[in-house]
């Protein structure tokens, strides 16, 4: 987990409610990433970032958003309209887009 | 469609004894391939991964993983098990196209 965290560890979310997860790593990797995990169906991707300022869709993008500013944050934005948002999120980045990605701790979200 | 599989959903296995967690995968082209490690509400830790080369590759804490391009594999194997490696274990191919697919996790239980 060194070098990539993210905050909050767990996170309530109210019915209608937008919700920031944080994540920021010191790697200088360039490339990072946002997984959404539910038991027994392994990791779905959300978003990546390949650089500052760019980022692309992935498999589950839909009630999602996120923003690239920095080269060390990459927050993810549940929105209202992901109607199914509980689960354990893990952010990571990797050197660039192909090399190994290392993860954080992630964030348990649960809807009130 | 570009997939990856652990057709174990749990595996079981006594201290002392080898063990292996398998993988198989459907991707185009040479793909890149990892095993992760995840203890429970923890991020994934990297452990191993095959670019090109040897087929048996070493990784951290004593794990190895032997890839079969014939049979398109790439089984997590290590000679002696520890209770300490009781965890869950994530397969992840990455394809011709920078896109990594996870595996839905393998759940290793080791016995004193």
């Known amino acids: 987990d060194g070098g990539i965290t993210q905050s909050p560890k767990y996170l309530f979310r109210k019915e209608g409610q937008n919700v920031t997860l944080s994540c920021e790593q010191n790697?200088?990797?360039?490339?990072m990433y946002w997984y959404r995990q539910d038991p027994g169906q392994g990791l779905r991707l959300i978003y990546y970032?390949?650089?500052?300022?760019?980022?692309q869709k992935g498999d589950i993008a839909e009630g999602y958003s996120v923003s690239r500013e920095k080269k060390e944050s990459f927050p993810l934005t549940v929105t209202s309209a992901q109607k199914n948002p509980t689960a354990f999120y893990l952010c990571a980045s990797s050197p660039e887009l192909q090399e190994t990605q290392y993860f954080g701790p992630g964030t348990r979200l649960l809807v009130l | 469609a570009q997939s990856v599989a652990q057709p174990e959903d749990q595996v079981n296995v006594a201290e002392g004894n080898p063990l292996t967690v398998k993988c198989t995968y459907s991707v185009s082209g040479n793909p890149y391939l990892f095993w992760y490690v995840q203890y429970p509400n923890r991020g994934l830790q990297f452990l191993l991964k095959y670019i090109t080369g040897d087929n048996l590759v070493k990784g951290s804490y004593g794990f190895e993983a032997e890839f079969n391009k014939s049979q398109t594999s790439f089984h997590l194997k290590k000679p002696s098990a520890l209770v300490s490696d009781s965890a869950l274990y994530f397969c992840?191919?990455?394809?011709?196209?920078?896109?990594?697919?996870f595996g839905s996790g393998t759940k290793l239980n080791v016995k004193p």
């Open positions: 992840a191919v990455r394809d011709n196209f920078n896109k990594f697919y």
């Open positions: 790697l200088n990797h360039d490339a």
């Open positions: 970032s390949q650089i500052v300022n760019d980022f």
